[in-house]
């Protein structure tokens, strides 16, 4: 089992910055990749950005280089620089790794808010 917690939401005026988080804790060594999806009022939820750590990553073609992933990968924490944020950035932030044997996990979340 794996548990993720994220940090570093909260609310930013337009054009401004944050920087999320998330730890990982448990079965750390069954983790393949690790990732940022987010969910705004009345959507989807969507990936924002993947990453094995390998100097791979996967962002959502919607960002256009705003935000920029990174994994420390011996320690399973990834995190989200996001930069130039707009009230399309709006939603919650969810931490998501995926396991070598396809199991998924999600942490539960953290509210950015891009408003001014």
């Known amino acids: 089992q794996v548990q993720l917690v994220e940090s570093g939401g909260g609310l930013v005026q337009p054009g401004g910055s944050l920087r999320l988080s998330c730890a990982a804790s448990?079965?750390?060594?069954?983790?393949?990749?690790m990732g940022w999806y987010r969910q705004a009022p009345g959507k989807q939820r969507e990936l924002v950005a993947q990453?094995?750590?390998?100097?791979?990553?996967h962002y959502a073609a919607s960002l256009m280089g705003r935000f920029t992933i990174s994994l420390d990968n011996a320690k399973k924490m990834v995190s989200l620089q996001m930069n130039s944020l707009g009230p399309e950035d709006t939603a919650v932030y969810f931490c998501?790794?995926?396991?070598?044997?396809?199991?998924?996990?999600w942490g539960r979340g953290t509210q950015v808010t891009v408003s001014s």
């Open positions: 990453t094995r750590g390998d100097g791979s990553a």
């Open positions: 448990g079965s750390l060594a069954t983790i393949d990749s």
């Open positions: 998501r790794a995926d396991a070598h044997d396809r199991s998924t996990y």
